[in-house]
């Protein structure tokens, strides 16, 4: 079954300790990315990877890191978590350049972080 | 920049009404537009999607048209079900294989029996 897995689903931890919510995807995409969802503001992108050690920021990158070592994985990390970055985390895949036309993004089920 | 705009929600229907859920949106170039749909709990799913001007994606009973003259990619649904309660999100994407994606901020249907 093709899928975004993301894990933890639930996480409460405290400010300043590292953590990491992986991602991986099955379907052998180029493109994955990460976005967090708070009320009234929707999804915002946190970064993007177009391909294997090619990574780039969104549009709210501050207090995140990714790597892309593999082309299945795209792990979020977070240095040193604030309570400013609890919220909702989703993970998604899509092919990228090359496809003929814009692809739709295929979504994790997220990661509901709560930072104290 | 690209943006999305979507109506406020909450909405609130009752079952078999019809839905119409605003949506506009401002790009660069020629963007291919989507709806994608989330359950309570889950991931966003692509609900359709439309590529080029007058293009109408449809599934699941729901169509949208992609109306270049009006930025417009409204969604609409003839006989709406309980089942149709989740929260709908509006996005494009560009044009040149770059897969950037900006969302509006979504829209919440509830539909009662």
């Known amino acids: 079954e093709a899928q975004v897995t993301q894990n933890p689903r639930y996480l409460i931890t405290v400010t300043g300790k590292k953590l990491t919510v992986t991602c991986s995807q099955n379907m052998n995409h180029e493109y994955m990315s990460w976005y967090r969802q708070d009320p009234g503001l929707g999804l915002r992108q946190i970064y993007y990877?177009?391909?294997?050690?090619?990574?780039d920021k969104g549009d709210v990158p501050e207090g995140y890191k990714v790597s892309r070592k593999e082309k299945r994985n795209f792990p979020l990390i977070l240095e040193s978590p604030s309570p400013n970055q609890t919220s909702l985390y989703f993970c998604a895949s899509s092919h990228g350049q090359g496809a003929q036309e814009n692809q739709p993004q295929h979504f994790g089920d997220g990661t509901r972080l709560s930072i104290l | 920049g690209n943006s999305v705009t979507q109506m406020e929600g909450p909405v609130t229907l009752s079952e078999e009404a019809f839905l119409t859920i605003n949506c506009t949106y401002t790009?660069?170039?020629?963007?291919?537009l989507f709806w994608y749909v989330q359950y309570p709990g889950e991931g966003l799913q692509l609900l359709l999607k439309?590529?080029?001007?007058?293009d109408k994606g449809s599934n699941k009973g729901f169509e949208a048209t992609y109306r270049k003259e009006t930025t417009s990619f409204h969604l609409e649904k003839g006989s709406v079900q309980v089942s149709d309660s989740a929260v709908y999100f509006c996005?494009?994407?560009?044009?040149?294989?770059?897969?950037?994606?900006?969302f509006g901020t979504g829209t919440k249907l509830q539909v009662i029996p």
């Open positions: 990877s177009m391909n294997v050690e090619v990574t």
């Open positions: 996005a494009l994407v560009n044009s040149g294989g770059y897969q950037k994606v900006t």
């Open positions: 439309a590529t080029k001007a007058d």
């Open positions: 790009a660069t170039g020629y963007p291919s």
